[in-house]
């Protein structure tokens, strides 16, 4: 029983997950009703879809002490219900700035939500479909702003209601995940082991209990007893209330392999910590950092000329040197934000764009995006996964950059003749092509990110990755291009939001010559260490 209220638990916050990025496809097939009805014009309705990034970043810092300070249960319906009244403040928009206003509240109220889903799956999930359930949860925002775009769509432009209700109707989907977290055992919402436990015991004693049972336990059992005061959870939703005490496994090796649980690394002038975290726990903790820009203090250990150890907190300038010594960190980073701002920009503006230019009635621009936009990421993604592995694998930093080097050229170079042809199945073909290329190259890149900095500042890495993907690709995409499309047109904001990504073909070039020359180096160096070996016998 308590595995099955588990998972439906975790269903229902992917369908919350997808219901609270409903708004965000539900907005570009409506571009030209709110033109209509609130004298939004098209500068501005490139900022109406980028501030709902924005009032996310800016609540996501407080989004972490919020959840661990306060009651987890009482925090959740407060975030579902001003989510929920801000979606319905939309609906009733009676001008431009309540419409700003609503919308910034949105993302503002979405911030702990978003925090706090990937979160859960990491506390709660079993160690045999951890990966699997975040994959879900990753999955589920794209699905939503797909699920958004086709209702708002059909309804605004086929069936004709008034563009409101759509917004409407996501205020009522999100009331089924409310009332789940409303009458949810408060141990099955808890994402901290001592809480859980306290529960646990609370509950025992009122049934008279006196004994807790420790024992042997299955993962895919309900259990509270875990160690997880180490995992990437707590680590996370402190933030920075607390300091971090944790790290992902310790890459050692030529190949930077994990080491064991019990393994660490010393180096002449740094004892790093022994990783006590699971592999689960790192995947949550890589997620989460995708999910959200969020800063995380660490902690180091560090030698001094006499032997002692001292321990020492890196500050947040501390981290911010340390991830711009890595070039490949830096300029992998923008790429992947030149990546989600050309993303951004065809989905917020393709649907005038194909109906103006190319003369396409407007069911079939709404049903053939749809399908593209839903398609060709998804098979992107599997397909360069597959590739990269078969080509062994991310982990061979240099080899995986030339790969991904190319997909990024292939899909500049569709972007080009997408930009300037007026044939509705042509462009449709060619950003499919785009966003499969782009799709491909996600993955992969992702991982290269994560390598490339010294492990000890990885949560910062995520954290400081996602805001710049939301400030440069997420915010940046739709908010550039409206200016354009004010000033120079709907075909030239498409083209400029297509051709947006010769930057990220030319960032991951400069990252694939600064991997190239770390190889040289290290190449170097292995060569002096066998000349001195041979030497010494």
């Not at 498409?494 to 190449?523: E, H, P, T």
Request: aromatic share 12%; net charge neutral.
């Amino acid at each position: 029983m308590g595995c099955n209220l588990r998972f439906f638990v975790f269903v229902s916050l992917i369908f919350a997950s997808i219901f609270i990025n409903f708004d965000g496809g539900a907005l570009p097939p409506i571009l030209d009703l709110l033109e209509r009805d609130l004298g939004v014009l098209p500068a501005q309705q490139g900022a109406l879809g980028a501030i709902v990034y924005l009032g996310l970043t800016v609540a996501c810092p407080i989004a972490g002490p919020i959840l661990q300070k306060y009651p987890i249960r009482i925090v959740l319906m407060i975030s579902f219900i001003l989510n929920i009244a801000f979606c319905f403040l939309f609906a009733l928009s009676p001008n431009s700035l309540f419409a700003f206003i609503s919308r910034g509240g949105v993302g503002f109220t979405q911030s702990i939500l978003v925090v706090y889903f990937p979160v859960w799956i990491d506390f709660h999930a079993p160690a045999a479909h951890a990966t699997t359930w975040m994959s879900f949860m990753q999955a589920s925002a794209p699905l939503g702003i797909m699920v958004g775009y086709c209702v708002s769509g059909y309804l605004a432009q086929v069936f004709h209601a008034s563009w409101r209700l759509a917004f409407v109707v996501q205020g009522f989907l999100l009331l089924p995940p409310f009332l789940v977290i409303t009458f949810t055992p408060l141990k099955l919402l808890s994402i901290s082991s001592d809480s859980a436990e306290t529960i646990e015991e609370k509950e025992l004693e009122e049934e008279g209990n006196s004994q807790i049972f420790v024992g042997p336990k299955s993962d895919d059992a309900v259990s509270f007893e875990r160690p997880r005061s180490q995992s990437a959870a707590m680590v996370f939703v402190q933030g920075l209330s607390q300091t971090a005490t944790t790290f992902p496994p310790i890459l050692v090796g030529e190949n930077n392999q994990f080491a064991s649980n019990e393994e660490f690394v010393e180096t002449a002038t740094t004892t790093r910590r022994p990783s006590l975290v699971s592999r689960k726990s790192v995947a949550g903790k890589l997620s989460r950092g995708a999910s959200m820009p969020f800063i995380t203090p660490s902690l180091i250990e560090i030698t001094d000329e006499k032997g002692n150890i001292i321990e020492k907190q890196l500050t947040f300038l501390d981290q911010l040197k340390l991830l711009w010594q890595s070039r490949i960190f830096v300029f992998v980073v923008l790429a992947l934000s030149a990546l989600y701002f050309v993303v951004t920009a065809i989905q917020f503006w393709v649907t005038i764009y194909l109906i103006e230019v190319t003369g396409a009635p407007r069911v079939q621009v709404l049903t053939a995006f749809a399908v593209a936009a839903l398609t060709a990421p998804t098979f992107g993604v599997i397909g360069g996964g597959i590739l990269i592995d078969k080509l062994g694998g991310y982990q061979h930093t240099t080899r995986c950059l030339v790969i991904l080097t190319m997909l990024a050229a292939l899909a500049f170079v569709c972007s080009i003749p997408a930009g300037y042809s007026e044939d509705f199945w042509t462009v449709i073909g060619l950003l499919w092509v785009v966003l499969f290329f782009g799709g491909s190259i996600l993955a992969p890149a992702t991982g290269i990110i994560l390598r490339a900095v010294e492990e000890e500042v990885r949560p910062f890495a995520s954290s400081m990755s996602m805001l710049l993907y939301t400030l440069l690709g997420y915010a940046a995409g739709p908010g550039i291009t409206g200016v354009i499309y004010q000033y120079f047109g709907i075909t030239w904001c498409v083209r400029f939001g297509l051709f947006w990504g010769i930057n990220g073909f030319l960032c991951l070039l400069v990252a694939l010559f600064c991997s190239y020359l770390n190889d040289r180096k290290i190449n170097r160096e292995q060569e002096q260490k066998n000349s001195k070996a041979k030497v010494a016998n």
